[in-house]
Antibody, heavy 115, light 107 residues
Framework: EVQLVESGGGLVQPGRSMKLSCAASGFTFNNYDMAWVCQAPKKGLEWVATISYDGSSTYYRDSVKGRFTISRDNAKSTLYLQMDSLRSEDTATYYC????????WGQGVMVTVSS | DIQMTQSPASLSASLGETVSIECLASEDIYNNLAWYQQKPGKSPQLLIYYASSLQDGVPSRFSGSGSGTQYSLKINSLESEDAATYFCLQDSEYPWTFGGGTKLELK
C-alpha cells in the first residue's frame, strides 16, 4: 500500500525556517518524481515545487523561489521541503504527492507563520 | 502563467442527477489536465488524468473530456458520497496551476 506521511509542521515566526519531511512507503520511491502542494485555510490548492526522481531537476512557483528548497533522500525514501524566510502568506497545509498526476497524497501538515 | 478558470464555483444537485464542471485554460494545455476530489479535512484524490483517463478505483460515473483550452468533468447518477470540492490541474507547463474549485452539494 502506498503511503506518504508528512511531518515537521507547526507554528513558526515570520522570517524563521522550517523543514518538512515526507516519508514514503509501498512503492519504489526512486522511480517517481515528487511534489509539494499547499492549501491555505479555506482556500484552493497551489503547486509549490517538484523534484525529479533522481533529484537532478527541481522546479518552484515564483513566490517561493529562493526561499524554499525541495530535496530528496532516495536511500531513506524521504522527500523534504526546507522553508526559509517564512512569511505569513506561507501559512497553509502542505501536502507531499507522488507524480504521475499527483496520484497519491499525504495527509498534510499544517504550517502556521505568525508572531 | 497558465490561468485555469473553473466553473461553477458552487453547485447544488439531487441524488441521481448528472452534473458537469468546466475548466478553461488561458492557453492550449494539450490534454495535460487532471481532476481531483477533496472532502473536508481530507487530502485530494485523483479522479481523471490526461483529460479523460479514469484513475484506477474511481467509479465509472466520473468521466472527463475536452481538448485545447476547454475541459469538463461529468458526474453521472450522483451519489451522496460525491459531495465534495472538485479541482482541475494543468501540468502542461510550469508553474502548474489548479482551478479555483467547485463545491458540490447534494440536496
Amino acid at each position: 500500500e502506498v503511503q506518504l506521511v508528512e511531518s515537521g509542521g507547526g507554528l513558526v515566526q515570520p522570517g524563521r525556517s522550517m523543514k518538512l519531511s515526507c516519508a514514503a512507503s509501498g512503492f519504489t520511491f526512486n522511480n517517481y518524481d515528487m511534489a509539494w502542494v499547499c492549501q491555505a485555510p479555506k482556500k484552493g490548492l497551489e503547486w509549490v515545487a517538484t523534484i525529479s526522481y533522481d533529484g537532478s531537476s527541481t522546479y518552484y512557483r515564483d513566490s517561493v523561489k529562493g526561499r524554499f528548497t525541495i530535496s530528496r533522500d532516495n536511500a531513506k525514501s524521504t522527500l523534504y521541503l526546507q522553508m526559509d524566510s517564512l512569511r505569513s502568506e506561507d501559512t497553509a497545509t502542505y501536502y507531499c504527492a507522488r507524480l504521475d498526476y499527483f496520484d497519491y497524497w499525504g495527509q498534510g501538515v499544517m504550517v502556521t507563520v505568525s508572531s | 502563467d497558465i490561468q485555469m478558470t473553473q466553473s461553477p464555483a458552487s453547485l447544488s444537485a439531487s441524488l441521481g442527477e448528472t452534473v458537469s464542471i468546466e475548466c478553461l485554460a488561458s492557453e492550449d494545455i494539450y490534454n495535460n489536465l487532471a481532476w481531483y476530489q477533496q472532502k473536508p479535512g481530507k487530502s485530494p484524490q485523483l479522479l481523471i488524468y490526461y483529460a479523460s483517463s479514469l484513475q484506477d478505483g474511481v467509479p465509472s460515473r466520473f468521466s472527463g473530456s475536452g481538448s485545447g483550452t476547454q475541459y469538463s468533468l461529468k458526474i453521472n447518477s450522483l451519489e451522496s458520497e460525491d459531495a465534495a470540492t472538485y479541482f482541475c490541474l494543468q501540468d502542461s507547463e510550469y508553474p502548474w496551476t489548479f482551478g479555483g474549485g467547485t463545491k458540490l452539494e447534494l440536496k
